[in-house]
């Protein structure tokens, strides 16, 4: 159940969900999801649902890690990623697939130290995390090609759109009167551009450290 066999059964289920990026695919065809998630929840791992990873917070269905890698994506390659919320870290071992480098901010340390052990289970060797805030992300790593952020807030913080690169991405879900939906915040030669996109359920970004 935890094996290649059921892992490509997983992305066989993402293409029939319209996930069409195949780099993205195959990352997700690679990225061992059992090894992120709490052993008492390996034999779900695969399932497309969220599961619960402590600390009151929850690890994204492989379709919404999927969705968002995707959009981040946009078909380019990538050079340096920003991710804000690593929670179990999953979504930064697909992202270290699509990238040359990921740093990623988490506000748990717990987390942080938990992450660090299953990225090095799981062999991943290009991604830099860090213990913080990640309402003011990475200025000293800036511009990113993309930013992946995994909490909910009403809108993007604006120091994080201050480092996209040309042409990056900001991939987020906003939260708003009718629930919360993923938004890409494109910034084109005429400034930025947002666009609203599928409905979504994540927690919320909190301030400060926990
Ligand atoms: N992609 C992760 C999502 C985890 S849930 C996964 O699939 O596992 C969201 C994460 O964002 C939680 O781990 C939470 O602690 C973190 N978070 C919330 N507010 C934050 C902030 N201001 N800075 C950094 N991380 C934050």
């Known amino acids: 159940m935890t094996s290649e066999r059921t892992r490509l059964r997983m992305v066989e289920r993402l293409r029939g969900q319209g996930i069409r990026d195949a780099a993205v695919l195959a990352a997700m065809a690679e990225v061992p999801r059992h090894i992120f998630v709490d052993e008492a929840l390996a034999s779900r791992a695969y399932e497309d649902i969220a599961l619960p990873l402590g600390f009151g917070q929850t690890i994204s269905s492989p379709h919404t890690v999927a969705r968002m890698s995707e959009l981040a994506r946009n078909g380019r390659a990538l050079d340096k990623v920003l991710e ?13 697939r699509l990238a040359r480098q990921v ?24 991604v830099h995390l860090r213990h913080g805030d990640g309402h003011v992300g990475m200025p000293e ?41 993923l938004h890409v915040i494109e910034l084109t030669a005429k400034g930025l551009v947002e666009r609203r996109m599928d409905p979504v359920v994540f927690v919320p970004l909190l301030p400060g450290v926990g």
């Open 84 to 96: 804000i919320g690593t929670g179990c870290g999953y979504q930064t071992a697909v992202l270290a």
């Open 103 to 126: 740093y990623s901010m988490e506000r748990i340390a717990a987390l942080v130290r938990k992450v660090r052990r299953n990225l090095r289970e799981a062999g991943v060797a290009n």
């Open 141 to 181: 790593v800036a511009p990113f090609d993309a930013i992946v952020m995994t909490a909910a807030a009403a809108r993007a913080p604006e120091a994080l759109l201050g480092q996209l690169g040309a042409g990056g991405r900001m991939v987020l879900p906003v939260a708003g009167r009718n629930g919360q939906h």
